[in-house]
């Protein structure tokens, strides 16, 4: 894994960490339901992340772009949970936060490529 990548990766791991523990907190009646969506959706996220690094430069592109939009898709779900009061203003605050500067190093890994 390139360095780089490896921080993506990382800052991704420690996003997902941020993530799970807030899943106390979130009423059991969209733990199964919204949650277990947003939960599913990362880690197909962290996934991509970890398969486009092995991947050699031309094949990384596409996965990399699928992964950006399911990160888009992630922050609406996310916006979802905070509009239905699953989870407060600050820590959805706190998870956009996370998200928009892992979206920007994606944003970054994409553009690199295409150069």
Request: charged share 35%; hydrophobic share 40%; net charge positive.
């Amino acid at each position: 894994m390139e360095e780089n990548n490896l921080l993506i990766f990382k800052k991704s791991c420690d996003f997902y960490k941020l993530f799970y523990e807030l899943r106390k907190t979130v009423p059991k009646q969209d733990r199964y339901t919204i949650w277990q969506r947003c939960d599913d959706n990362f880690l197909d996220i962290l996934e991509n992340i970890f398969i486009a690094s092995s991947l050699i430069k031309t094949e990384k592109s596409e996965l990399l772009k699928t992964t950006s939009s399911k990160l888009n898709f992630f922050k609406i779900l996310i916006r979802l949970l905070k509009d239905i009061k699953s989870i407060s203003e600050k820590k959805y605050i706190l998870l956009e936060g996370n998200l928009d500067e892992i979206g920007k190093m994606l944003g970054g890994w994409i553009k690199f490529l295409e150069k």
